[in-house]
C-alpha cells in the first residue's frame, strides 16, 4: 500500500503544477466566460431593441407611428421579460463561474497540500503519516485474491484528466 502512496506522490509532483495550472485556467475560461459573453451580448441586444420600441411608442403618442399603441406595449413587455430572462442567466453564469473558481482554489490548496505531504513524508513519525494517508485515501478493498484496490479521495483524474497508473497493486 506504500508503493501506492510513493506512486501517487511522484505522479503528482511529476506533473502536477504545469498540468493543473493549465486545465483549470482553460477550463474556467471555456465556460464562465462563453456563457457570460453570451448573455452579455443577447442582454445589450434587448435593451438596444427597448429603447427602439420606447422611441415608437412616443411616435405613437405624437401621432406620427404607424404602430398600434397596443401592439408596441405588449412588445415592451415582451421585451422585458427577455431581459429579466437573460438577467437571471447571466446571474446564474456568474454564479458558476464563482463557484468554479472556487472550486479552482480548493483543488489547488489540495495539490499544495499533497506536494508538501510528499516532501515530508519520509520524515514523518508514524502517526503523521497515518494522519496524512486518513486525508490522501478515500477506501481500501481488497479482494479474495488479495488485490488491493486504494482509492484516493482526490484522485489523479481530477488534476491530469486522465486514469491514475498506480492506483492498483497485487500484494502476494
Keep these: 500500500m506504500i508503493d501506492a502512496v510513493y506512486c501517487?506522490?511522484?505522479?503528482?509532483?511529476?506533473?502536477a503544477n504545469?498540468?493543473?495550472?493549465?486545465?483549470?485556467?482553460?477550463?474556467?475560461?471555456?465556460?464562465?466566460?462563453?456563457?457570460?459573453?453570451?448573455?452579455e451580448a443577447t442582454l445589450s441586444r434587448?435593451?438596444?431593441e427597448q429603447d427602439g420600441l420606447k422611441k415608437e411608442l412616443l411616435r405613437v403618442v405624437t401621432g406620427t407611428s404607424s404602430f398600434d399603441r397596443d401592439l408596441l406595449q405588449s412588445m415592451?413587455?415582451?421585451?422585458?421579460?427577455?431581459?429579466?430572462?437573460?438577467?437571471?442567466?447571466?446571474?446564474?453564469?456568474r454564479a458558476?463561474?464563482?463557484?468554479?473558481?472556487?472550486?479552482?482554489?480548493?483543488?489547488?490548496?489540495?495539490?499544495?497540500d499533497m506536494i508538501d505531504w510528499s516532501q515530508r513524508f519520509d520524515f514523518m513519525t508514524v502517526d503523521e503519516q497515518?494522519?496524512?494517508?486518513?486525508h490522501l485515501i478515500e477506501r481500501i478493498d481488497v479482494s479474495r485474491d488479495y488485490c488491493i484496490r486504494i482509492t484516493f479521495a482526490v484522485s489523479l483524474e481530477d488534476f491530469f484528466g486522465k486514469e491514475a497508473i498506480c492506483k492498483e497493486?497485487?500484494?502476494s
Excluded at 497515518?130 to 486518513?134: D, E, G, H, N
Design 18 to 39: 504545469e498540468v493543473w495550472q493549465e486545465k483549470a485556467r482553460r477550463q474556467f475560461r471555456s465556460g464562465a466566460n462563453n456563457q457570460q459573453k453570451q448573455a
Design 130 to 134: 497515518r494522519s496524512v494517508l486518513t
Design 96 to 112: 458558476e463561474a464563482e463557484k468554479e473558481n472556487n472550486r479552482i482554489r480548493l483543488l489547488d490548496t489540495r495539490l499544495k
Design 76 to 93: 415592451l413587455e415582451e421585451n422585458r421579460k427577455a431581459q429579466e430572462e437573460m438577467e437571471g442567466r447571466l446571474r446564474d453564469s
Design 8 to 15: 501517487y506522490f511522484d505522479t503528482i509532483k511529476e506533473h
Design 46 to 48: 434587448l435593451r438596444k
Design 169 to 171: 497493486i497485487q500484494v
